[in-house]
Protein backbone atom coordinates (compact mmCIF):
# COMPACT_ATOMS: atom_id res chain seq x y z
CA UNK A 1 0.00 0.00 0.00
CA UNK A 2 2.97 2.28 0.94
CA UNK A 3 4.87 1.85 -2.14
CA UNK A 4 2.34 3.63 -4.59
CA UNK A 5 1.30 6.49 -1.94
CA UNK A 6 3.45 9.03 -4.11
CA UNK A 7 2.78 7.21 -7.79
CA UNK A 8 -0.78 7.83 -7.87
CA UNK A 9 -0.73 11.67 -8.04
CA UNK A 10 2.38 11.33 -10.78
CA UNK A 11 0.48 9.25 -12.74
CA UNK A 12 -2.43 11.02 -12.31
CA UNK A 13 -0.75 13.91 -14.34
CA UNK A 14 0.82 12.14 -17.14
CA UNK A 15 -2.46 10.35 -18.23
CA UNK A 16 -3.50 14.28 -19.23
CA UNK A 17 -0.10 15.00 -20.84
CA UNK A 18 -0.10 12.04 -22.93
CA UNK A 19 -3.41 12.94 -24.46
CA UNK A 20 -2.92 16.38 -24.94
CA UNK A 21 0.44 15.45 -27.23
CA UNK A 22 -1.55 12.61 -29.08
CA UNK A 23 -4.52 15.51 -30.01
CA UNK A 24 -2.01 17.78 -31.13
CA UNK A 25 0.12 15.53 -33.13
CA UNK A 26 -2.73 13.17 -34.34
CA UNK A 27 -4.71 14.78 -36.67
CA UNK A 28 -1.36 15.49 -39.15
CA UNK A 29 -1.53 12.17 -39.76
CA UNK A 30 -4.80 13.11 -41.37
CA UNK A 31 -2.88 15.57 -43.54
CA UNK A 32 0.39 13.06 -44.16
CA UNK A 33 -2.30 10.36 -45.18
CA UNK A 34 -4.38 12.95 -47.84
CA UNK A 35 -1.24 13.68 -49.68
CA UNK A 36 0.81 10.45 -49.33
CA UNK A 37 -1.80 7.71 -48.86
CA UNK A 38 -5.69 6.24 -48.24
CA UNK A 39 -6.97 8.76 -45.60
CA UNK A 40 -9.29 5.84 -44.72
CA UNK A 41 -6.83 4.13 -42.22
CA UNK A 42 -5.89 7.31 -40.64
CA UNK A 43 -9.19 7.95 -39.80
CA UNK A 44 -10.02 5.18 -38.33
CA UNK A 45 -6.99 5.24 -36.44
CA UNK A 46 -7.26 8.59 -35.20
CA UNK A 47 -10.73 7.51 -34.48
CA UNK A 48 -9.20 4.92 -31.94
CA UNK A 49 -7.13 7.74 -30.82
CA UNK A 50 -9.60 9.74 -29.84
CA UNK A 51 -11.94 6.74 -28.21
CA UNK A 52 -8.43 6.19 -26.40
CA UNK A 53 -8.74 9.72 -25.02
CA UNK A 54 -12.04 9.54 -23.77
CA UNK A 55 -11.30 6.86 -21.64
CA UNK A 56 -7.90 8.18 -20.04
CA UNK A 57 -10.00 11.56 -19.87
CA UNK A 58 -12.53 9.53 -18.11
CA UNK A 59 -9.66 7.90 -15.52
CA UNK A 60 -8.37 11.09 -15.32
CA UNK A 61 -11.64 12.78 -13.82
CA UNK A 62 -12.27 9.81 -11.70
CA UNK A 63 -9.35 10.04 -9.88
CA UNK A 64 -9.68 13.74 -9.13
CA UNK A 65 -12.73 12.06 -6.76
CA UNK A 66 -11.21 13.05 -3.01
CA UNK A 67 -12.69 10.15 -1.72
CA UNK A 68 -10.96 7.60 -3.17
CA UNK A 69 -9.62 4.82 -0.90
CA UNK A 70 -6.32 3.53 -0.74
CA UNK A 71 -7.55 -0.47 -2.71
CA UNK A 72 -9.35 2.01 -5.13
CA UNK A 73 -6.76 4.20 -6.28
CA UNK A 74 -4.26 0.52 -6.68
CA UNK A 75 -7.35 -0.15 -9.05
CA UNK A 76 -7.47 2.74 -10.69
CA UNK A 77 -3.81 2.54 -11.10
CA UNK A 78 -4.15 -0.78 -12.91
CA UNK A 79 -6.24 0.44 -15.18
CA UNK A 80 -3.93 3.46 -16.39
CA UNK A 81 -1.65 0.87 -17.21
CA UNK A 82 -3.53 -0.77 -19.39
CA UNK A 83 -4.75 2.47 -20.59
CA UNK A 84 -1.05 3.75 -21.50
CA UNK A 85 -0.33 0.41 -23.38
CA UNK A 86 -3.01 0.80 -25.53
CA UNK A 87 -2.28 4.35 -26.39
CA UNK A 88 1.48 3.18 -27.23
CA UNK A 89 0.07 0.25 -28.88
CA UNK A 90 -2.05 2.40 -31.36
CA UNK A 91 1.46 3.90 -31.93
CA UNK A 92 2.81 0.99 -33.08
CA UNK A 93 -0.16 -0.03 -35.47
CA UNK A 94 0.40 2.90 -37.12
CA UNK A 95 4.17 2.15 -37.57
CA UNK A 96 3.34 -1.05 -39.00
CA UNK A 97 0.88 0.13 -41.61
CA UNK A 98 3.47 2.78 -42.84
CA UNK A 99 6.26 0.69 -42.91
CA UNK A 100 4.56 -1.56 -45.83
CA UNK A 101 4.10 1.07 -47.76
CA UNK A 102 5.85 1.64 -50.96
CA UNK A 103 6.22 5.08 -50.39
CA UNK A 104 9.88 5.86 -48.45
CA UNK A 105 8.42 9.31 -47.04
CA UNK A 106 5.87 7.49 -44.96
CA UNK A 107 8.66 4.87 -44.25
CA UNK A 108 10.62 7.89 -42.93
CA UNK A 109 7.21 9.53 -40.87
CA UNK A 110 6.57 6.33 -39.31
CA UNK A 111 10.36 6.03 -38.13
CA UNK A 112 10.37 9.53 -36.55
CA UNK A 113 7.05 9.16 -34.65
CA UNK A 114 8.01 5.65 -33.29
CA UNK A 115 11.40 6.83 -31.84
CA UNK A 116 9.66 9.67 -30.89
CA UNK A 117 6.53 7.29 -29.28
CA UNK A 118 9.92 5.66 -27.53
CA UNK A 119 11.02 9.06 -25.66
CA UNK A 120 7.24 9.96 -24.72
CA UNK A 121 7.01 6.33 -23.20
CA UNK A 122 10.32 6.34 -21.35
CA UNK A 123 9.36 9.44 -20.09
CA UNK A 124 5.65 9.23 -18.85
CA UNK A 125 5.57 5.58 -17.65
CA UNK A 126 8.45 6.04 -15.71
CA UNK A 127 6.68 5.51 -12.06
CA UNK A 128 5.84 2.23 -13.61
CA UNK A 129 8.57 0.00 -13.79
CA UNK A 130 6.98 -3.28 -15.38
CA UNK A 131 5.12 -0.96 -17.90
CA UNK A 132 7.52 1.32 -19.57
CA UNK A 133 10.10 -1.94 -20.11
CA UNK A 134 7.50 -4.01 -21.54
CA UNK A 135 6.23 -0.74 -23.73
CA UNK A 136 9.58 0.67 -24.64
CA UNK A 137 10.57 -2.75 -26.03
CA UNK A 138 7.42 -3.13 -28.00
CA UNK A 139 7.88 0.26 -29.60
CA UNK A 140 11.47 -0.12 -30.11
CA UNK A 141 12.01 -3.94 -31.57
CA UNK A 142 9.43 -3.51 -34.63
CA UNK A 143 12.05 -0.63 -35.36
CA UNK A 144 15.26 -2.73 -35.08
CA UNK A 145 13.48 -5.58 -37.15
CA UNK A 146 12.97 -2.97 -39.68
CA UNK A 147 16.15 -1.95 -39.78
CA UNK A 148 17.53 -5.49 -39.79
CA UNK A 149 15.60 -6.91 -42.59
CA UNK A 150 16.65 -4.31 -44.91
CA UNK A 151 19.41 -6.80 -45.26
CA UNK A 152 22.39 -3.50 -45.75
CA UNK A 153 25.36 -2.87 -43.64
CA UNK A 154 23.59 0.45 -42.96
CA UNK A 155 20.64 -1.43 -41.47
CA UNK A 156 22.51 -3.40 -39.17
CA UNK A 157 23.68 -0.65 -37.89
CA UNK A 158 21.11 1.18 -37.32
CA UNK A 159 19.09 -2.02 -36.02
CA UNK A 160 22.27 -1.89 -33.73
CA UNK A 161 21.93 1.58 -32.66
CA UNK A 162 17.95 1.23 -31.84
CA UNK A 163 18.75 -1.74 -29.39
CA UNK A 164 21.48 0.98 -27.98
CA UNK A 165 18.83 3.61 -27.62
CA UNK A 166 16.54 1.09 -25.99
CA UNK A 167 18.60 1.11 -23.02
CA UNK A 168 19.27 4.23 -23.32
CA UNK A 169 15.83 4.98 -22.37
CA UNK A 170 15.36 2.50 -20.07
CA UNK A 171 18.25 3.24 -18.20
CA UNK A 172 16.57 7.27 -18.25
CA UNK A 173 13.55 5.77 -17.09
CA UNK A 174 15.30 3.41 -14.31
CA UNK A 175 16.76 6.59 -13.10
CA UNK A 176 14.17 8.76 -13.10
CA UNK A 177 11.80 5.50 -11.20
CA UNK A 178 14.52 5.31 -8.30
CA UNK A 179 14.31 9.12 -8.00
CA UNK A 180 10.71 8.97 -7.56
CA UNK A 181 11.13 5.52 -4.91
CA UNK A 182 13.83 7.89 -3.33
CA UNK A 183 11.25 10.63 -3.03
CA UNK A 184 8.40 8.89 -2.06
CA UNK A 185 10.43 7.17 0.98
CA UNK A 186 11.58 10.18 2.23
CA UNK A 187 7.80 11.57 1.72
CA UNK A 188 6.56 8.93 3.73
CA UNK A 189 9.20 7.43 6.02
CA UNK A 190 10.88 8.84 9.21
CA UNK A 191 14.57 9.45 8.60
CA UNK A 192 15.18 8.28 12.22
CA UNK A 193 13.13 5.02 12.97
CA UNK A 194 12.41 4.20 9.05
CA UNK A 195 8.69 4.06 10.25
CA UNK A 196 5.68 5.38 7.74
CA UNK A 197 5.62 9.25 9.15
CA UNK A 198 2.65 11.58 9.71
CA UNK A 199 1.91 12.16 6.38
CA UNK A 200 1.26 8.20 5.67
CA UNK A 201 -0.94 7.94 8.61
CA UNK A 202 -3.13 10.97 7.84
CA UNK A 203 -3.75 9.41 4.54
CA UNK A 204 -3.97 6.10 5.67
CA UNK A 205 -6.90 7.09 8.53
CA UNK A 206 -8.47 8.56 5.81
CA UNK A 207 -8.20 5.38 3.62
CA UNK A 208 -9.69 3.50 6.40
CA UNK A 209 -12.44 5.83 7.16
CA UNK A 210 -13.38 5.66 3.59
CA UNK A 211 -14.48 1.78 4.18
CA UNK A 212 -17.94 1.91 4.98
CA UNK A 213 -18.37 -1.85 5.84
CA UNK A 214 -15.89 -2.04 8.41
CA UNK A 215 -14.28 -1.03 11.45
CA UNK A 216 -10.94 -0.26 12.23
CA UNK A 217 -8.89 0.64 15.63
CA UNK A 218 -6.23 3.71 16.25
CA UNK A 219 -3.49 4.05 18.92
CA UNK A 220 -1.96 6.73 19.65
CA UNK A 221 1.25 5.88 21.84
CA UNK A 222 3.43 8.54 23.98
CA UNK A 223 6.52 7.51 25.54
CA UNK A 224 6.46 8.74 29.26
CA UNK A 225 8.84 10.68 30.26
CA UNK A 226 11.22 10.84 27.18
CA UNK A 227 12.50 13.90 27.76
CA UNK A 228 13.99 13.21 30.68
CA UNK A 229 16.15 10.91 28.63
CA UNK A 230 16.82 13.34 26.50
CA UNK A 231 17.89 15.74 29.41
CA UNK A 232 19.89 13.66 31.54
CA UNK A 233 21.52 11.00 29.10
CA UNK A 234 22.23 13.26 25.38
CA UNK A 235 19.80 12.82 22.65
CA UNK A 236 22.30 10.26 20.99
CA UNK A 237 21.32 7.65 23.31
CA UNK A 238 17.19 9.56 22.84
CA UNK A 239 17.58 8.52 19.46
CA UNK A 240 18.77 5.16 20.11
CA UNK A 241 16.24 4.39 22.50
CA UNK A 242 13.29 5.48 19.13
CA UNK A 243 14.78 3.22 17.08
CA UNK A 244 14.45 0.09 19.14
CA UNK A 245 10.95 1.45 20.36
CA UNK A 246 10.33 1.71 17.10
CA UNK A 247 11.62 -1.79 15.87
CA UNK A 248 9.57 -3.35 18.72
CA UNK A 249 6.39 -2.06 17.43
CA UNK A 250 7.07 -2.52 13.83
CA UNK A 251 7.86 -6.00 14.60
CA UNK A 252 5.03 -6.67 16.58
CA UNK A 253 2.82 -4.65 14.25
CA UNK A 254 3.41 -6.75 11.45
CA UNK A 255 2.55 -9.81 13.81
CA UNK A 256 -0.55 -8.44 13.97
CA UNK A 257 -0.81 -7.16 10.43
CA UNK A 258 -1.23 -3.07 11.62
CA UNK A 259 0.30 -0.30 10.51
CA UNK A 260 2.51 2.22 12.68
CA UNK A 261 3.78 5.57 12.06
CA UNK A 262 6.33 7.81 13.94
CA UNK A 263 4.00 11.13 14.07
CA UNK A 264 7.42 13.22 16.01
CA UNK A 265 8.63 13.11 18.85
CA UNK A 266 8.08 10.25 21.38
CA UNK A 267 4.46 10.14 19.71
CA UNK A 268 3.64 7.11 17.64
CA UNK A 269 0.48 5.59 16.13
CA UNK A 270 -0.98 2.39 14.99
CA UNK A 271 -4.14 1.84 12.69
CA UNK A 272 -5.63 -2.08 12.34
CA UNK A 273 -6.77 -4.05 9.40
CA UNK A 274 -10.26 -3.72 8.70
CA UNK A 275 -13.17 -5.97 10.82
CA UNK A 276 -16.69 -6.49 10.08
CA UNK A 277 -17.58 -7.23 13.50
CA UNK A 278 -16.90 -3.73 15.96
CA UNK A 279 -16.95 -5.75 19.21
CA UNK A 280 -14.27 -7.91 17.99
CA UNK A 281 -12.60 -4.80 16.63
CA UNK A 282 -12.62 -3.70 20.14
CA UNK A 283 -11.43 -6.59 21.65
CA UNK A 284 -8.46 -6.76 20.10
CA UNK A 285 -7.62 -3.28 19.83
CA UNK A 286 -7.03 -3.57 23.71
CA UNK A 287 -5.56 -6.64 23.58
CA UNK A 288 -3.25 -5.63 20.79
CA UNK A 289 -2.37 -2.30 23.41
CA UNK A 290 -1.78 -4.25 26.17
CA UNK A 291 0.60 -6.48 24.42
CA UNK A 292 2.48 -3.60 22.87
CA UNK A 293 2.52 -2.03 25.88
CA UNK A 294 4.13 -4.80 27.56
CA UNK A 295 6.69 -4.72 24.80
CA UNK A 296 7.67 -1.68 24.92
CA UNK A 297 7.81 -1.62 29.14
CA UNK A 298 10.94 -4.15 28.75
CA UNK A 299 14.07 -3.49 29.28
CA UNK A 300 16.76 -1.57 26.97
CA UNK A 301 20.08 -1.98 26.57
CA UNK A 302 21.49 1.59 25.10
CA UNK A 303 25.08 1.49 25.13
CA UNK A 304 26.41 1.32 28.58
CA UNK A 305 22.96 2.20 30.17
CA UNK A 306 20.16 -0.41 31.36
CA UNK A 307 16.74 1.60 29.98
CA UNK A 308 13.62 1.43 31.08
CA UNK A 309 10.30 3.13 29.37
CA UNK A 310 6.67 2.95 29.56
CA UNK A 311 3.65 4.60 27.83
CA UNK A 312 0.29 6.04 27.63
CA UNK A 313 -1.86 5.03 25.25
CA UNK A 314 -5.16 6.16 23.55
CA UNK A 315 -7.24 3.88 21.74
CA UNK A 316 -10.42 5.06 19.46
CA UNK A 317 -12.78 2.50 17.42
CA UNK A 318 -13.03 3.71 13.55
CA UNK A 319 -16.56 3.14 11.84
CA UNK A 320 -18.41 6.29 11.25
CA UNK A 321 -17.50 7.39 7.72
CA UNK A 322 -19.07 10.88 8.43
CA UNK A 323 -16.09 11.69 10.71
CA UNK A 324 -13.22 12.84 9.64
CA UNK A 325 -9.71 11.94 10.13
CA UNK A 326 -8.71 15.03 12.36
CA UNK A 327 -11.60 13.67 14.81
CA UNK A 328 -10.66 10.18 15.27
CA UNK A 329 -6.84 11.48 15.71
CA UNK A 330 -8.63 13.66 18.52
CA UNK A 331 -10.58 10.89 19.89
CA UNK A 332 -7.41 8.47 20.50
CA UNK A 333 -5.32 11.70 21.55
CA UNK A 334 -8.03 12.72 24.02
CA UNK A 335 -8.47 8.89 25.88
CA UNK A 336 -4.29 9.33 25.76
CA UNK A 337 -4.37 12.48 27.69
CA UNK A 338 -6.38 10.60 30.10
CA UNK A 339 -3.51 7.98 30.81
CA UNK A 340 -1.19 10.98 31.58
CA UNK A 341 -4.01 12.67 34.16
CA UNK A 342 -4.36 9.20 35.96
CA UNK A 343 -0.65 8.72 36.27
CA UNK A 344 0.56 7.51 32.78
CA UNK A 345 1.79 3.97 31.98
CA UNK A 346 -2.01 2.65 31.18
CA UNK A 347 -4.41 2.15 28.33
CA UNK A 348 -8.13 4.39 28.16
CA UNK A 349 -10.43 3.26 25.25
CA UNK A 350 -12.04 6.79 23.95
CA UNK A 351 -15.68 7.04 24.91
CA UNK A 352 -18.13 9.70 24.85
CA UNK A 353 -18.20 10.34 28.68
CA UNK A 354 -14.71 10.52 28.57
CA UNK A 355 -14.43 13.16 25.82
CA UNK A 356 -16.84 15.28 27.90
CA UNK A 357 -14.43 14.73 31.51
CA UNK A 358 -11.73 16.34 29.38
CA UNK A 359 -12.87 18.63 27.14
CA UNK A 360 -13.94 19.66 30.97
CA UNK A 361 -10.50 19.44 31.91
CA UNK A 362 -8.98 21.20 28.70
CA UNK A 363 -11.24 23.98 29.41
CA UNK A 364 -10.23 24.73 32.78
CA UNK A 365 -6.62 24.45 31.83
CA UNK A 366 -7.39 26.67 28.77
CA UNK A 367 -9.22 29.37 31.34
CA UNK A 368 -6.37 28.41 33.81
CA UNK A 369 -4.06 30.41 31.96
CA UNK A 370 -5.88 33.77 32.15
CA UNK A 371 -6.10 33.18 35.98
CA UNK A 372 -3.29 35.64 36.64
CA UNK A 373 -4.14 38.00 34.15
CA UNK A 374 -7.59 38.17 35.38
CA UNK A 375 -6.61 38.21 39.35
CA UNK A 376 -8.74 35.45 39.86
CA UNK A 377 -6.36 33.63 42.05
CA UNK A 378 -6.17 34.68 45.69
CA UNK A 379 -4.57 33.50 48.87
CA UNK A 380 -5.60 31.87 51.94
CA UNK A 381 -3.71 31.68 55.23
CA UNK A 382 -3.81 28.85 57.72
CA UNK A 383 -2.93 29.78 61.47
CA UNK A 384 -0.18 27.77 62.48
CA UNK A 385 -0.56 27.36 66.32
CA UNK A 386 3.08 27.18 68.51
CA UNK A 387 1.61 25.73 71.66
CA UNK A 388 3.91 26.49 73.99
CA UNK A 389 4.32 30.16 73.05
CA UNK A 390 1.29 30.71 72.06
CA UNK A 391 2.84 32.75 68.71
CA UNK A 392 1.34 31.87 65.43
CA UNK A 393 2.82 31.47 61.93
CA UNK A 394 0.74 30.80 58.83
CA UNK A 395 0.41 28.71 56.15
CA UNK A 396 0.06 30.22 52.10
CA UNK A 397 -2.58 28.35 50.45
CA UNK A 398 -3.93 29.15 46.91
CA UNK A 399 -7.38 29.57 45.82
CA UNK A 400 -8.90 30.19 42.12
CA UNK A 401 -12.13 31.82 41.20
CA UNK A 402 -13.48 31.96 37.78
CA UNK A 403 -16.55 33.57 37.00
CA UNK A 404 -17.79 30.88 34.82
CA UNK A 405 -16.25 27.71 36.50
CA UNK A 406 -16.70 28.82 40.10
CA UNK A 407 -14.29 28.07 42.29
CA UNK A 408 -12.06 25.33 41.40
CA UNK A 409 -10.33 22.78 43.94
CA UNK A 410 -6.48 23.33 44.48
CA UNK A 411 -6.63 19.37 44.08
CA UNK A 412 -7.28 19.83 40.48
CA UNK A 413 -5.42 23.15 39.12
CA UNK A 414 -2.40 22.46 41.15
CA UNK A 415 -1.33 19.51 39.57
CA UNK A 416 -2.43 20.55 36.36
CA UNK A 417 -0.47 23.82 36.38
CA UNK A 418 2.36 21.06 37.33
CA UNK A 419 1.25 18.95 33.95
CA UNK A 420 1.41 22.10 31.89
CA UNK A 421 4.22 23.96 32.78
CA UNK A 422 1.73 26.41 34.18
CA UNK A 423 3.14 26.29 37.39
CA UNK A 424 6.27 27.99 36.71
CA UNK A 425 4.04 31.40 36.14
CA UNK A 426 1.74 30.30 38.94
CA UNK A 427 3.96 29.64 41.76
CA UNK A 428 6.26 33.39 40.83
CA UNK A 429 3.01 34.72 41.35
CA UNK A 430 2.11 33.46 44.78
CA UNK A 431 5.57 33.58 46.14
CA UNK A 432 5.81 37.02 45.14
CA UNK A 433 1.97 38.28 46.64
CA UNK A 434 3.18 35.81 49.72
CA UNK A 435 5.95 37.90 50.32
CA UNK A 436 4.72 41.05 50.00
CA UNK A 437 1.59 40.14 52.37
CA UNK A 438 4.86 38.92 55.03
CA UNK A 439 6.26 42.90 54.27
CA UNK A 440 3.08 44.47 54.89
CA UNK A 441 2.30 42.79 57.72
CA UNK A 442 5.79 43.60 59.44
CA UNK A 443 5.75 46.71 58.30
CA UNK A 444 2.43 47.04 59.76
CA UNK A 445 3.01 45.95 63.35
CA UNK A 446 1.14 42.73 62.42
CA UNK A 447 2.81 39.94 65.02
CA UNK A 448 3.15 37.37 63.02
CA UNK A 449 5.58 34.61 63.15
CA UNK A 450 6.37 32.39 60.20
CA UNK A 451 5.28 32.20 56.66
CA UNK A 452 5.04 28.84 54.65
CA UNK A 453 5.20 28.51 51.08
CA UNK A 454 4.20 25.54 49.28
CA UNK A 455 7.16 25.11 46.24
CA UNK A 456 6.85 22.73 43.50
CA UNK A 457 9.97 20.57 42.39
CA UNK A 458 8.96 22.16 38.85
CA UNK A 459 9.85 25.91 40.28
CA UNK A 460 12.78 23.99 42.10
CA UNK A 461 14.48 22.83 39.11
CA UNK A 462 13.63 25.69 36.83
CA UNK A 463 17.37 27.39 36.15
CA UNK A 464 16.01 30.66 37.05
CA UNK A 465 14.23 29.42 40.19
CA UNK A 466 17.11 30.60 42.69
CA UNK A 467 17.66 33.96 40.77
CA UNK A 468 13.57 35.23 40.87
CA UNK A 469 13.41 34.30 44.91
CA UNK A 470 16.83 36.57 45.53
CA UNK A 471 15.55 39.12 43.80
CA UNK A 472 12.31 38.78 45.52
CA UNK A 473 13.63 39.18 49.15
CA UNK A 474 16.07 41.69 47.79
CA UNK A 475 12.86 43.88 46.81
CA UNK A 476 10.93 43.30 49.72
CA UNK A 477 12.56 42.07 52.99
CA UNK A 478 15.57 43.03 55.12
CA UNK A 479 17.80 40.29 55.45
CA UNK A 480 16.99 39.31 59.02
CA UNK A 481 13.18 38.55 57.71
CA UNK A 482 14.74 35.88 55.52
CA UNK A 483 15.06 33.25 58.04
CA UNK A 484 11.15 33.69 57.97
CA UNK A 485 10.64 32.78 54.75
CA UNK A 486 9.77 28.48 55.20
CA UNK A 487 9.79 26.54 51.84
CA UNK A 488 7.74 23.60 52.00
CA UNK A 489 8.32 20.89 49.41
CA UNK A 490 6.53 17.31 48.98
CA UNK A 491 8.60 14.36 49.92
CA UNK A 492 7.22 12.59 47.23
CA UNK A 493 9.20 14.63 44.88
CA UNK A 494 12.56 14.48 46.02
CA UNK A 495 13.83 11.09 44.17
CA UNK A 496 13.77 12.97 41.24
CA UNK A 497 16.87 14.39 40.88
CA UNK A 498 18.77 14.51 44.48
CA UNK A 499 21.93 16.05 43.78
CA UNK A 500 20.45 19.10 41.71
CA UNK A 501 17.29 19.30 44.79
CA UNK A 502 20.14 19.76 47.00
CA UNK A 503 21.75 21.76 44.94
CA UNK A 504 19.51 24.51 45.12
CA UNK A 505 18.05 24.09 48.27
CA UNK A 506 21.93 25.39 49.42
CA UNK A 507 21.71 28.02 47.77
CA UNK A 508 18.26 29.11 48.71
CA UNK A 509 19.28 28.49 52.39
CA UNK A 510 22.13 30.83 51.69
CA UNK A 511 19.29 33.55 50.97
CA UNK A 512 18.31 32.58 54.54
CA UNK A 513 15.21 30.18 53.78
CA UNK A 514 14.11 27.61 55.53
CA UNK A 515 12.84 24.15 54.15
CA UNK A 516 10.12 22.36 55.65
CA UNK A 517 9.30 18.54 54.55
CA UNK A 518 5.20 18.08 53.37
CA UNK A 519 3.53 15.27 53.76
CA UNK A 520 6.03 13.26 55.47
CA UNK A 521 5.26 9.75 55.82
CA UNK A 522 3.48 9.41 52.59
CA UNK A 523 6.40 9.15 50.27
CA UNK A 524 9.68 8.31 49.87
CA UNK A 525 11.20 9.17 52.71
CA UNK A 526 14.49 7.31 54.04
CA UNK A 527 16.77 8.22 57.22
CA UNK A 528 19.38 8.88 55.16
CA UNK A 529 18.27 11.22 52.93
CA UNK A 530 17.06 13.16 55.80
CA UNK A 531 21.09 13.40 56.77
CA UNK A 532 21.63 14.46 53.38
CA UNK A 533 18.71 16.84 52.32
CA UNK A 534 19.36 20.29 54.03
CA UNK A 535 15.62 20.48 55.35
CA UNK A 536 14.68 22.57 58.92
CA UNK A 537 11.06 20.88 59.38
CA UNK A 538 9.19 17.81 59.16
CA UNK A 539 5.22 18.16 58.24
CA UNK A 540 3.40 15.41 59.56
CA UNK A 541 0.85 14.32 57.10
CA UNK A 542 -2.56 14.76 57.82
CA UNK A 543 -3.84 11.45 57.25
CA UNK A 544 -2.00 10.17 60.25
CA UNK A 545 -3.38 12.60 62.56
CA UNK A 546 -7.32 12.30 61.70
CA UNK A 547 -6.80 8.35 62.64
CA UNK A 548 -5.34 8.28 65.78
CA UNK A 549 -4.95 4.00 65.78
CA UNK A 550 -2.32 2.18 67.75
CA UNK A 551 -0.44 2.14 64.06
CA UNK A 552 -0.46 5.58 63.26
CA UNK A 553 -0.10 6.95 67.32
CA UNK A 554 3.12 4.58 66.92
CA UNK A 555 3.85 6.67 63.57
CA UNK A 556 3.70 9.72 64.66
CA UNK A 557 5.59 9.39 68.01
CA UNK A 558 8.65 7.68 65.71
CA UNK A 559 8.47 10.55 63.44
CA UNK A 560 8.52 13.23 66.17
CA UNK A 561 11.37 11.29 67.84
CA UNK A 562 13.12 11.41 64.59
CA UNK A 563 12.59 14.71 64.57
CA UNK A 564 14.35 15.73 67.53
CA UNK A 565 17.23 13.26 67.32
CA UNK A 566 18.23 15.00 63.62
CA UNK A 567 17.50 18.46 65.49
CA UNK A 568 14.24 19.15 63.15
CA UNK A 569 10.98 21.12 63.51
CA UNK A 570 7.62 19.14 63.64
CA UNK A 571 4.79 20.42 62.28
CA UNK A 572 1.14 18.30 62.75
CA UNK A 573 -1.44 19.63 60.03
CA UNK A 574 -4.76 18.25 59.91
CA UNK A 575 -5.41 18.91 63.98
CA UNK A 576 -9.64 18.90 63.78
CA UNK A 577 -10.08 17.68 67.71
CA UNK A 578 -9.37 18.62 71.14
CA UNK A 579 -7.78 14.74 71.65
CA UNK A 580 -5.29 14.75 68.77
CA UNK A 581 -4.21 18.47 69.89
CA UNK A 582 -3.46 16.89 73.09
CA UNK A 583 -1.63 13.96 71.97
CA UNK A 584 0.57 15.66 69.57
CA UNK A 585 1.47 18.01 72.93
CA UNK A 586 2.03 15.19 74.99
CA UNK A 587 4.12 13.68 72.37
CA UNK A 588 6.09 17.13 72.24
CA UNK A 589 5.25 18.20 68.30
CA UNK A 590 6.11 21.81 67.99
CA UNK A 591 3.59 23.51 65.97
CA UNK A 592 -0.14 22.20 65.41
CA UNK A 593 -2.38 23.21 62.46
CA UNK A 594 -5.80 22.57 61.17
CA UNK A 595 -9.29 23.66 61.66
CA UNK A 596 -9.12 22.81 65.28
CA UNK A 597 -7.99 26.18 65.74
CA UNK A 598 -9.15 27.89 62.00
CA UNK A 599 -9.71 27.10 58.61
CA UNK A 600 -7.80 29.01 55.82
CA UNK A 601 -8.41 32.90 56.26
CA UNK A 602 -8.89 35.56 53.78
CA UNK A 603 -5.86 37.86 54.63
CA UNK A 604 -8.18 40.33 56.72
CA UNK A 605 -9.82 37.64 58.57
CA UNK A 606 -6.28 36.31 59.33
CA UNK A 607 -5.38 39.81 60.51
CA UNK A 608 -8.43 39.65 63.06
CA UNK A 609 -7.25 36.11 64.07
CA UNK A 610 -4.01 37.20 65.22
CA UNK A 611 -5.27 39.99 67.00
CA UNK A 612 -7.69 38.00 68.61
CA UNK A 613 -5.42 34.79 69.98
CA UNK A 614 -1.92 36.18 68.93
CA UNK A 615 -0.01 37.01 72.09
Known amino acids: MLKNMSFYSFTHRQVVILIILT ?3 GPSYLVIGYFHSSILPETLWLLSMVTASMWGYKLY ?6 NLSIAQKENWLRRSQYFFYTFFSLWTIMFLLYTSREEIVLHYIAIGTQI ?10 ASHKRLVIVTVISLMLPLAIYFFVLGELFGYILSFFTVVLSFVLLYAARNTYEYLVKSRYQAYHDYLTSLANRRYFIEHLEDSIKNENGFSYILLI ?7 INDTLGHDVGDAL ?3 VAKRMRELSHKYNNSVSRLGGDEFAVISTAYEDKEKCLEDSLQFAEVLLRSIKERYYIGIHDLYMSASIGVSIIGNTSVNAQTFIKEADIAMYEVKLNGRDGIVLFNEELAHRVEEKLEIERLLYFSIENSEISLRFQPQINPYSGKISCEVLTRWHNEKLGSISPDLFIPMSEQNGFII ?3 HYI ?3 SIKTFKNWKDRGVKVGCISINISMRQMFHNSFVRDVKILLDKYLPPELHSKIIFEITETSEAEDMYKLIEVMQALKDLGIKFSMDDFGTGYSSLSYLSKIPIDELKIDKSFICDLSPANSTIITTILNVAKNLNLQTVAEGVESSNEKEFLIENGCDILQGYYYSKPLSKADFEEFLSTNGI
Do not use: C, P, Q, R
Open 242 to 244: LIE
Open 431 to 433: LEE
Open 425 to 427: ELG
Open 61 to 66: KEYLNK
Open 116 to 125: GSSVVAATLL
Open 222 to 228: DLDHFKM
Open 23 to 25: LAT
